[in-house]
């Protein structure tokens, strides 16, 4: 086939909704645009794991510290997932983690914001995996196969998360006023953070046709944001917690919630390396992976000496 | 490290994890991973494809241990099947009356 037929075939098959696979051939622009996607969405479920990871220790109890070791440890086997996908197109794992750890990859910058009190936890489950299924629903059908076969994986998996942490605020905002007050703090600090998550607005970033051709992205960032909102402010009534937004209400026109005006400036600026906890989460990261280097030198040891021994039985016999 | 490179000048191989989700059904591709050797893979296998029961039987296989058909030659490698229909039972007409066939 010729370069041009090649495209052809690729182009048909995107537009019968087919997957590509690894050794299909595909356009250089696509390879990379995946990559980066992909593997940035790896870093934020590796790097997602150190604001909780905070909490399991001071877990209140037995059966909270259970769940959420079991949610950071889904976390954990998502950025696994995530990480092999990417690596069907060519890149490796290490580079990835180069890229990371030298700060020339971006993770979501919602986990460069502290976790303060144990409500906390119910805030990062309700919203920000709340957030992060929204946005991640529509990967499930995404055209690059790996990519949507983890994410359908993963998809599943985060339902318990957002539950668990409803169900946390659902408990302290059923509790002391000091329980409610907490909850009220967290749902206020971690709010606006989550509408970030989306991205910036529209108008700002305007969905490049390929990514939507591709099946890359779906709905827009202020489409998802104002799904978001909206089905996240019918849930913090039944909290009987107010949002932290004097502009909201309801317009009926648009059948939507208006809301006050996102904090942009202050967006960037995290996004940039200036948030809260970008250098500690940063710092945590390559400190577990230098501090592991030994345990990954003594298993490829180890591994290769029994692989001699055998041979050499082999070779006795 | 000094230098800012978190390279692992070996990095793990890859293996392919195949998972039996019940007694009685195949195998099925589930994902990969990196281990340094077969029994690490199997573990890794367990915690990262297994956490809700999805699995009574893992299989391991290093990645490059495995071969695949090439996609550019689809049309010629299944295409020879396409016109044989007579292969598939619903290709014979028979009468109504015949019964258990
Ligand atoms: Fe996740
Ligand atoms: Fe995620
Ligand atoms: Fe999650």
Request: with cysteine; net charge neutral; glycine share 6%.
């Amino acid at each position: 086939m010729t370069q041009f037929s090649f495209q052809q075939h690729f182009d048909d098959k995107i537009d019968r909704d087919e997957t590509i696979e690894p050794k299909d051939w595909m356009p250089d622009d696509y390879r990379k645009t995946l990559i980066r996607q992909i593997s940035q969405h790896a870093h934020s479920e590796i790097v997602g794991m150190l604001p909780e990871g905070n909490w399991i220790s001071r877990a209140p109890t037995l059966r909270r510290k259970a769940v959420l070791l079991a949610k950071v440890q889904d976390e954990a086997g998502h950025g696994l997932y995530l990480y092999s996908a990417a690596e069907t197109l060519g890149i490796s794992r290490d580079e990835m983690y180069d890229q990371l750890h030298s700060g020339k990859a971006k993770y979501s910058s919602i986990f460069n914001y502290p976790t303060l009190t144990w409500a906390d936890m119910g805030a990062v489950g309700w919203l920000v995996d709340g957030a992060a299924i929204m946005n991640q629903v529509p990967l499930c059908r995404t055209s690059y196969g790996p990519y949507a076969r983890a994410m359908v994986r993963v998809c599943k998996e985060e339902s318990f998360h957002q539950r668990q942490g409803f169900e946390i605020m659902l408990n302290l905002s059923k509790g002391s006023e000091i329980q409610r007050k907490m909850a009220q703090d967290a749902f206020n600090r971690w709010w606006w953070p989550s509408l970030m998550m989306f991205g910036p607005p529209d108008a700002e970033s305007p969905n490049t046709e390929n990514s939507v051709r591709w099946r890359i992205k779906r709905l827009t960032n202020d489409e998802l944001r104002q799904k978001f909102v909206d089905v996240t402010v019918e849930q913090a009534k039944i909290l009987g917690l107010t949002i932290p937004d004097k502009d909201l209400k309801w317009n009926e026109e648009r059948g939507h919630f208006d809301f006050g005006a996102i904090d942009w400036a202050e967006f960037k600026n995290v996004v940039k390396g200036n948030g809260p906890c970008n250098k500690q989460r940063l710092e945590t990261r390559k400190k577990a992976w230098e501090e592991g280097q030994w345990v990954r030198d003594a298993a490829t040891a180890h591994a290769s000496k029994r692989k001699s021994r055998k041979e050499n039985e082999a070779k006795a016999a | 490290m000094s230098d800012n490179k978190t390279t692992n000048k070996s990095e793990w191989p890859l293996w392919e994890v195949f998972i039996r989700s019940k007694a009685g059904l195949d195998h099925k591709h589930a994902g990969s991973l990196h281990a340094a050797d077969f029994e690490m893979a199997i573990e890794n296998a367990r915690d990262v494809y297994t956490r809700r029961m999805e699995g009574v039987s893992i299989w391991v296989v290093e990645s490059n241990n495995i071969h695949a058909s090439d996609p550019g030659q689809s049309e010629s490698m299944y295409d020879p099947a396409s016109d044989k229909i007579y292969r598939h039972p619903t290709f014979y007409n028979l009468p109504d009356e015949v019964k258990y066939m």
